[in-house]
């Protein structure tokens, strides 16, 4: 089978990684791609887009099955154009994306279907929104509705944060993503990520992922899409993970199949277990980047037949087989993420370390011949596989130590809870 994956970060490299692995897979672009989708595909100068160009371009290359990495093609509609033109596709329609489109949508479908998430109030003007948080108090989360690459979160610890944050979302700091305001209760607990593969009717949990979110080592600094992650995730054992399913991705399923708008593709639910049990902080319409580096280096079962499944709703009769050892990802980063990173700097030493068991994923590398350069803010994910979250750390963390790049920067601690839990069950007090 020919097959097209969109998109150009790591996530992407990863879904072509294992796409390639298939016999199924007979050629494989990506559009656009970056310096490491080029090691394992054909990178496509595609404007993503221009649905009618992909459409174009995947009757020319008699593409049999599209995979779709990002959500902003999905929310633009590219899956709609190619099931309309009679093409297999991996990923939502336009109407399932509001998912991850609009926060209000989100919280409406959670009413609906009795999902549990964080209590909430939506808003179209300053002057309402202040008086809601300052009746609410704090800590208390303010969130730009529409997608605002991941910066349209506010998590304020203080009533004069919070009020900053509402001016600013209602000042346009983050463009017609500001003009509606949620406001949420703030949610304690344990923050993990849950994919669930989703056909438009059945679904298929993945093993659950957490990622580490701020930029700095011992979680500070600010948020970023997400510096390293590990598979599986101790916090979300076998009840809590039936309780996701249950509690939240079904009746959230249930209901987008309702309305006559089902979820096809992967949903990402967010979650924090809190005392209460798992509550939804948001849903995302794709996979995580980095969490689908470290489950495609799990993914033992064909990857073609998993993403086909879904595209072609015979997703109960593909269930997809995981490998039991952690895979951990830790990603380097260019100075000045997650502001302004430094492009163009020069990485040597990454291109030798694959194998079957640890991978250099690309995020934002491109090639000058012979050279790999950085273009991005997240440029590389070393993903490895271990027998426990501390043997797959270091293994990672000894991959990075082959890597010349004086510009680049990461954590030292990815895995550290999984790390702590496993150090706890070994001494027994
Ligand atoms: P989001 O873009 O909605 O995923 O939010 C970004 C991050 O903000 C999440 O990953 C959480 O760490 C945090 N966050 C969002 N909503 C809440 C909430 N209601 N309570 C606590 N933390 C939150
Ligand atoms: N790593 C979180 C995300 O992809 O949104």
Redesign the pocket.
């Known amino acids: 089978m020919r097959i097209l994956v969109i998109g150009s970060g790591g996530r992407e490299h990863a879904l072509a990684w294992a796409i390639a692995r298939s016999p199924r897979a007979t050629k494989l672009f990506v559009a656009p791609g970056n310096g490491g989708t080029a090691k394992v595909a054909e990178n496509v100068a595609l404007d993503v887009s221009d649905a009618a160009a992909v459409v174009a371009f995947v009757r020319a290359e008699q593409i049999g099955l599209v995979v779709v990495g990002p959500e902003q093609p999905a929310v633009d509609g590219i899956v709609d154009a190619l099931r309309a033109a009679g093409i297999a596709t991996f990923g939502p329609s336009q109407a399932a994306a509001e998912l991850e489109g609009s ?1 209000a949508f989100t919280k409406l479908i959670c009413d609906e279907a009795n999902v549990p998430t ?1 209590r909430y109030g939506h808003f179209e003007d300053e002057a309402s929104a202040l008086a809601y948080i300052r009746k609410q108090g704090a800590p208390i ?1 303010i ?1 730009a509705d529409g997608l605002a690459a ?1 910066k ?2 506010t ?1 304020a610890m203080s009533l004069a944060e919070a009020e900053t944050a509402v001016r600013d979302c209602f000042s346009g700091a983050f463009g017609t993503s500001g003009h509606r305001v949620v406001i ?5 607990g344990e ?1 993990a990520s849950v994919f669930a593969l989703c056909d438009g009717q059945a679904v298929v949990l993945l093993p659950a992922v957490q990622d580490h ?1 701020r930029v700095g080592t011992g979680d500070t600094g600010p ?1 970023t899409g997400g510096m390293g992650a590990y598979s599986p995730a101790p916090v979300i054992t076998r009840e809590i993970a039936a309780r996701i399913e249950n509690e939240i991705i079904l009746p959230t399923v249930r209901r987008m199949a309702e309305r006559g708008t089902p979820f096809t593709g992967v949903l990402f639910a ?1 979650i ?1 277990v809190t005392r209460d049990g798992p509550k939804l ?2 849903y995302n319409v794709r996979f995580g980047d980095p969490e689908c580096q470290v489950l495609m280096l799990r993914l033992q079962s064909d990857a073609v037949d998993m993403l086909e499944a879904v595209a072609t709703g015979t997703l109960l009769s593909h269930a997809p087989r995981f490998r039991p050892e952690v895979a951990l990802t830790v990603v380097m980063a260019a100075e000045g993420y997650p502001g302004t990173p430094k492009k163009g700097t020069e990485i040597t030493g990454a291109d030798a370390l694959d194998s079957e068991t640890l991978v250099v994923f690309h995020a934002g590398t491109k090639r000058d011949g012979e050279r790999l350069l950085a273009n991005g803010g997240r440029v590389l994910n070393v993903t490895a596989l271990g027998s426990s979250a501390a043997e797959a750390q270091a293994r990672a963390y000894a991959a990075i130590a082959q890597i010349t790049w004086p510009e680049g920067f990461c954590r030292s601690d990815i895995g550290w809870r999984a790390i702590a839990r496993e150090m706890a069950q070994k001494t027994p007090d």
Do not use: S, Y
Not at 184 to 188: A, S
């Open positions: 926060k964080a989360v969130k991941g349209g979160v998590v949420e209760e703030f949610l304690d923050e979110k948020n967010g924090m902080i948001e």
